[in-house]
C-alpha cells in the first residue's frame, strides 16, 4: 500500500467518524441523523476494508496471487481494446439513457402525473444531451 | 486490415499471454488481433513491430476494400 493509497483510506475513515459522530450526537432530526450515520458507516468501511485486505495478503503465497491479480486489473486498464469498448459501452449506455427519459417523462405526462415529475425527467435528458455536449467540444479543443 | 501476427508468434514459438504481457495488452487483445476483429492502434502497431524487430508493414496489410 503507497503512502498517498494510506493518506486517501485515513481521510475516509476520518469523515466515516466525522459522519457517525455527527448522526448520533449532532442531528436532532431523526431522518437526517440515519443519513449521516449510514454515510459515516459507508466511508468508515470504505477505509476500513483495504487495510484488512493488506493485512490479509501479507503472507507470501496470498501476496504473489494478489500481485498477479494487481497487474491483471492494471493491463485491463490501460488495454486499448478494452479502452475502445468501455467507450462504446458507455456511449450505448448514453444513448439507451436518453431515451429511456424522454419516454419515460412521455408515458407519465399520459398518466397525468404531477407536471414537475414529468418536467424533471425531460429536463435530466436535455441536460445529459448538455454535459455531452460540452464535453466533446472541450475534449475536441484539448486535442 | 490482414496481418501476420499470429504467423509471427508461432514462427518464434511464442504465446499468446507472453506476447500480450511483453506489449502490455490483454490476452484477449492479441486474439481479436489475430483473428482481424480488431485494429490495434498507431502506438501498438509499433510496441508489436518492435517485439518482433520487424517493420509495421511487415505485420499489417493495409487493403483498401475492406473500409
Not at chain 1, 2 to 17: A, L, V
Not at chain 1, 52 to 73: D, I, M
Not at chain 1, 75 to 87: A, M, T
Request: a positive charge; charged letters at 25%.
Amino acid at each position: 500500500m503507497t503512502k498517498k493509497e494510506r493518506n486517501r483510506h485515513f481521510i475516509n475513515i476520518s469523515i466515516g467518524c466525522v459522519l457517525f459522530i455527527l448522526g448520533i450526537t449532532g442531528i436532532s432530526d431523526e431522518y437526517y441523523a440515519l443519513m449521516a450515520c449510514v454515510g459515516g458507516a459507508t466511508f468508515f468501511a470504505n477505509g476500513v476494508l483495504p487495510f484488512f485486505s493488506n493485512f490479509y495478503y501479507r503472507s507470501p503465497k496470498r501476496r504473489k496471487k494478489y500481485e498477479e491479480r494487481l497487474h491483471k486489473r492494471k493491463i485491463n486498464y490501460i488495454d486499448e481494446r478494452k479502452k475502445f469498448l468501455r467507450d462504446k459501452a458507455a456511449h450505448v449506455s448514453y444513448m439507451f439513457m436518453w431515451m429511456i427519459l424522454l419516454l419515460l417523462a412521455f408515458i407519465l405526462t399520459l398518466l397525468k402525473v404531477e407536471w414537475w415529475v414529468a418536467a424533471m425527467l425531460a429536463g435530466l435528458s436535455v441536460l445529459q444531451y448538455l454535459i455531452a455536449s460540452v464535453a466533446f467540444f472541450y475534449l475536441e479543443r484539448k486535442m | 486490415m490482414k496481418n501476420r501476427l499470429e504467423e509471427l508468434r508461432k514462427q518464434r514459438g511464442i504465446k499468446q499471454e507472453e506476447l500480450a504481457e511483453a506489449v502490455q495488452v490483454s490476452r484477449q487483445t492479441i486474439g481479436s488481433l489475430e483473428n482481424g476483429r480488431y485494429n490495434p492502434s498507431i502506438l501498438l502497431a509499433f510496441k508489436l513491430a518492435g517485439y518482433f524487430g520487424v517493420t509495421i508493414e511487415d505485420i499489417f496489410i493495409y487493403e483498401e476494400d475492406a473500409e
